[in-house]
DNA sequence: CTTCATTTGTCCGTATGTATG
DNA sequence: TCATACATACGGACAAATGAA
């Protein structure tokens, strides 16, 4: 049976080129593409249940013969699989199915991770302290570490590079294999994690944020010279993970509730 | 002397196959794809400014006999250069360079924007109020409405499915002229965009989250009943953007500050 | 408005390299 | 070791969109 669709659809295939009569404009089909149709086809039967996730979709050949097309066209719809994440293909194994439903229908993206503050851009981190320190298990377990290992903790205040209004008192801490790199921070302008990546050739893969508010700390009061009995801050911590998971830089950035807030905007992607 | 250098070129090419005599390991080059090559000196070129941003990359062609490779190779670098945001392509037009620095290196995504938030699969909204309202200038600003525009007010609670522990104390706005799904609302389990989407055949294309801290309101304290002088909520406020940028609907959320935290994980995308 | 050359899009064929199991 | 399956790379051909003559 998968040897009649074959034949029908190359015989579809081949009136194609076959021109249009003269009279009669015809309801001219949008006229799909071969490669989109085997992409449609395929995504239909990824998430009408036929190759379950988990499963192996056929190999290029099998589909080039099923669909009677060559192999370059079923390359071309399985690519299309792949960057809509319901596929994932590893060479000498095959196509695995990962999704049903394919990737994220929504993402927020952006080119520095700066940038998740609309601020960030024109801001300047004036450098107050820094220590080697060993952190206690609270502050372990914010910045994903091993209770008692050392970091490198600079403590520092961001404000605006304009008339340096404070916007936020952060202690960024920094594993100490990066403690080498001490005398470069003081004079960094773009993100710390940046550097890092440029200094130590690591790579930071993945972050992980958290956002909460609690009452204002003292630190921070000295700092904002707010003593409102009821101040409260809103706390970031960006954790930054190389590819094993592990943390290669944190950060705990606390701003004054009363003037600060988060804001972000997530697109719809493709034409889903 | 374009072909000079097509020549040289596909000469070290064909050289390439030939099988190494047999002693000396040799090196071993990493032996990058040609494609990848073509990619990486394109993208240079790109962001060093020789093509510029508005110009034209060369045709296929020139790049053919330029790289001295075959038009598939030369296709596939710039494939590249668009997934990546470098360029784009018009059939009969040619390559524009859209950005000398490519598109975002991090993305957040997620298939349903309830997935902002990790405990929303097992929640439920239970409506205390539905009311047609006309907006005050703050809560129109916070929701981009015009002032004194009619809105489908849902007050209600959200809470966990298994024991009902209130998560967040929320009031959903609805445009009026989707005032007429006002009864399938209470029985709706999944995001209350999606049911618009769905039945009212509009389409979110953006939205905007905005996260504040601040007092607890007294309507939050009756809900949570909590009376701590210093109370504070988290508040997450998100639109839900047309495309033409105006609201479809909102949802402003309280929650308690003292138990609970906004977490979302970035990963770096593609391999650069 | 039509014609025409240009440029990218689609599609086919073949061959070899390389990772996998 | 060996067959399998995907990755890379070459070649050719025609269609469709574009923009200028």
Known sequence: MAEDEAQDLSRIAAARPAPSPDISPAPRMPEIPR????????????????????SMVPTEAELCAEFAVSRHTVREALRRLVDQGYVERRQGSGTQVLSAEGGSLFTQSMRSLSELFQYALDTDFAITAMVMTAVDEPTARLIGAEPGSSWLALHGIRGTRDDGVPISHTVVYVHERFGWLRDDFPSCHGPFYALIEQRAQ????????TITALPMPDASRQVFGDQTPGAHVLRVVRRYLDRRGSTLTASINDHPADRFTYTMRIKRDGER
Chains 1, 2 share one sequence.
């Open 35 to 54: 490669y989109l149709q085997v992409f449609q086809d395929l995504r239909a039967r990824i998430s009408g249940g036929r190759y379950p996730v988990g």
């Open 202 to 209: 690591v790579t930071v893969m993945e972050t992980l944020q």
